[in-house]
Structure formats: structure tokens, C-alpha cells
């Protein structure tokens, strides 16, 4: 089937794909929440591997020209587009951590469910 | 652990220095460079103690060159526009720029880059310390 | 026809899993949700374009001008370089702006009252 050929031949998006997946599973299914924060970090890059993927052909160097006849050179432009991409994902990563911090200090665990039970209590 | 990071540290300040100062001719540039310098120095305030960290950056130095490093980068636009040409412009306004692959080429490139590789490294700093130490 | 065979086989799937292994209702669920994305990206993927070919759409006329007179404009080697610091240096300011304000977040928050 042509459909079949066409998920081997784009097997790099195929992986972004599936490690999105790992990492929602990870964040609905487990109740630490430390391990949601990695989770969102797995689901960042994901994103990224795709987004970079897309700018490449076969037998292209790095984008950093060289004295030579002709290269070919991949596509500068989507790798330009993710490095602020990065910076927003650790930005967002600190805040979740300091987050963390400040109702481990109030509650005194780390575990979503035995938060929800001491708050239904008050 | 000590003796591995006492000797190793040195180097990796280096290392980090050298992709902030090579971004415009080979991979990396402000944002890698800087968090391989600021990486360094949270390493050394883990391996010891957390007063051995203080001693290398302390707070107020760490606080100033991070907003020291987004003036910078305002600032240099500003001299753009100064020197007659648009907001954040690199030839049109007349930045010194040499031969194509030379250290100090193209003028506005290697200002930007050092400002913002200031700016990341004093970040992750600032981060780290504000996170081990909240609230006393 | 086809959809009722498939019923049937999620409803015995369910019970085995359920009351013979002893996995929770939510977890099945969560991951007969997760198979069906994967299953409906599936069909995405196959009819991206071929990954390396040099027909690719996202390879038109904008990053061409990009690596031609990249260096006569410039003057940096490294193009991604001079695409982030010169020819569109305002997104940079902006993301600088970004990772300020995440800082002043942080400490806003950890150092509250």
C-alpha cells in the first residue's frame, strides 16, 4: 500500500510523533508531579525534532558557507525559528519548577492526588 | 569529586567563552555559549559548598549584568539609529565590518552576541540561586 | 459491518484487561485515546512530502536569498547567525524580553511573602 511506504519514508516525523504521545501519557497517568514537568520537556521536543526535520535533503552539509564549488546546504531557516522556541520551553520549564517549590513548602507532598484529598478536606 | 571539578572547571569557562566569541563563524552563538559559562559556576557551587559558589559571582554582580545585558542589546539599536540608518540595522548603518572570516567581523554581529551570551549565563546563575535559597 | 467487529473486540479487550491483569478503567482509556492520535497522524504523515527531496515547499525563495547573499549582506559565515541577529534581529529583542520576564517571575515568586 502507498500509504504504508509513505509512513516509512517519513519515519522522522513518524518518531515526533510517537515520543508526543509518550509524553502526554506520562503527564495524564502519573501522579508525581515532577514527572509531569519532564513530560512537557519530552512534549517540547518533540515539536522541535519535527520542526527541524523538515529542512533537510539528502547529502546537505550544515548551513556555514565554505569556499567551494556547489554544496548543497540545508535549510537554515527552521533551525533560526526553533533556538527561540528553546528559550521560551526552558522559560516555562523554571517558572513550573518554582511553582513546584512554593506548594512543596505549603502542603508538605509532591503527589497530585494526596493534594487533591487534603484540599477536599478543608 | 572535588579534584575532578576543581580541575575541570576552568576548562569549561573556556569552552564557553569560545562558542560565544565564534558564533559568527562556526555552530553555536549567544544562547549555547551562554549556558555552557553559567553551567560551569553552578557546578562549582554544588561539588562545594554554597559559599564557595557566592564567591566566584556574587547576587548583586549576577543581577547587574543580566540587566546590564538587555540594556545592551536596546542600546546598540540605539546606536543604529544614530549612526543614520533603521532600528537594529548592521551594514546600512555603517558598523566596521572586516573580512568574511576573520574574528572581528561584521560589526553589529559579534556586539549582540556578546551581550546576550552575558545576559543567558548570568540567568541560569541568578535561577539557580534564587531556587536553592528562597525564603531562607 | 467492519465497526461492529471492532466493537466487540474493544469490549473483550476491556474486560480482560480489566478484570484479569487488574489495569484501571483509566488507563485503558487513556490509551485507546492515545492509539486513535496516533492512528489519525498516521494518515498526516504519509501524505507530508518526501523527507529530503530538494522539491521541498519549505524550500523556496526566501531561504535561497538567505544563503546567496548571506555573506556579501552580512559578512558572518554562519547564516543561522545572521538570519537571528540581522535580518530579523527584533524577534531576538523579543525573546530576550522573554527570558527577563521569566526571571522576574521566578523571583517574584519564590521571594513572596
Redesign the interface.
Known amino acids: 500500500m502507498e500509504m504504508l511506504s509513505g509512513i516509512i519514508d517519513n519515519y522522522y516525523y513518524m518518531v515526533a510523533i510517537i515520543l508526543f504521545v509518550i509524553g502526554m501519557y506520562t503527564m495524564l497517568t502519573h501522579a508525581n508531579m515532577i514527572k509531569k514537568v519532564i513530560a512537557m520537556n519530552i512534549m517540547d521536543t518533540s515539536v522541535f525534532l519535527m520542526f527541524v526535520a523538515i529542512g533537510y535533503t539528502h547529502g546537505a552539509q550544515a548551513p556555514i558557507i565554505k569556499e567551494g564549488a556547489d554544496t548543497i546546504y540545508a535549510n537554515p531557516l527552521p533551525g533560526a525559528l526553533i533556538l527561540t522556541g528553546i528559550v521560551v520551553a526552558v522559560s516555562v520549564t523554571a517558572y513550573a519548577l518554582s511553582l513546584i517549590v512554593k506548594i512543596y513548602r505549603y502542603y508538605g507532598t509532591c503527589d497530585y492526588d494526596e493534594i487533591c484529598e487534603i484540599r477536599s478536606q478543608e | 569529586m572535588r579534584i575532578t571539578s576543581r580541575l575541570v572547571v576552568p576548562f569549561i569557562q573556556i569552552y564557553g567563552i569560545y562558542v560565544v566569541l565564534h558564533?559568527?563563524?562556526?555552530?553555536g552563538?549567544s544562547?549555547s555559549g551562554g549556558a555552557i559559562f553559567g553551567a560551569s559556576l553552578v557546578l562549582v557551587a554544588l561539588s562545594f559548598n554554597l559559599e564557595t559558589g557566592a564567591k566566584q559571582i556574587s547576587h548583586q554582580t549576577a543581577s547587574l549584568l543580566?540587566s546590564g545585558?538587555?540594556l545592551g542589546?536596546?542600546i546598540t539599536?540605539l546606536v543604529a539609529i544614530a549612526l543614520g540608518g533603521n532600528y537594529?540595522s548592521?551594514?546600512a548603518a555603517g558598523f566596521p565590518?572586516?573580512?568574511?572570516?576573520e574574528l572581528f567581523?561584521?560589526?553589529?554581529?559579534l556586539i549582540?552576541?556578546v551581550f546576550?551570551g552575558i545576559?543567558?549565563a548570568s540567568?541560569i546563575v541568578?535561577?539557580f540561586y534564587?531556587?536553592i535559597e528562597?525564603?531562607k | 459491518m467492519i465497526y461492529f467487529l471492532f466493537a466487540i473486540i474493544f469490549v473483550i479487550l476491556t474486560l480482560f484487561l480489566r478484570f484479569f491483569i487488574g489495569v484501571e478503567p483509566r488507563i485503558i482509556l487513556t490509551f485507546y485515546l492515545l492509539g486513535l492520535i496516533i492512528f489519525l497522524f498516521s494518515f498526516t504523515v504519509a501524505e507530508m512530502p518526501t523527507f529530503g527531496s530538494p522539491v521541498n515547499p519549505a524550500f523556496n525563495e526566501v531561504p535561497q536569498r538567505y544563503l546567496e547573499s548571506g555573506v556579501a549582506e552580512t559578512g558572518a559565515i554562519n547564516i543561522v547567525s545572521s538570519i537571528i541577529i540581522d535580518y530579523r534581529a527584533f524577534d531576538t529583542l523579543g525573546e530576550a524580553t522573554v527570558l527577563f520576564v521569566a526571571i522576574a517571575a521566578v523571583i517574584a515568586t519564590i521571594k513572596a511573602h
Do not use: C, Y
Open positions: 558564533g559568527h563563524l562556526s555552530p552563538g544562547f543580566e545585558g538587555v542589546f536596546v539599536g537594529l548592521n551594514r565590518a572586516g573580512q568574511a572570516g567581523s561584521a560589526g553589529a554581529i549582540i552576541t546576550v545576559k543567558v540567568t541568578t535561577l534564587n531556587i528562597g525564603e
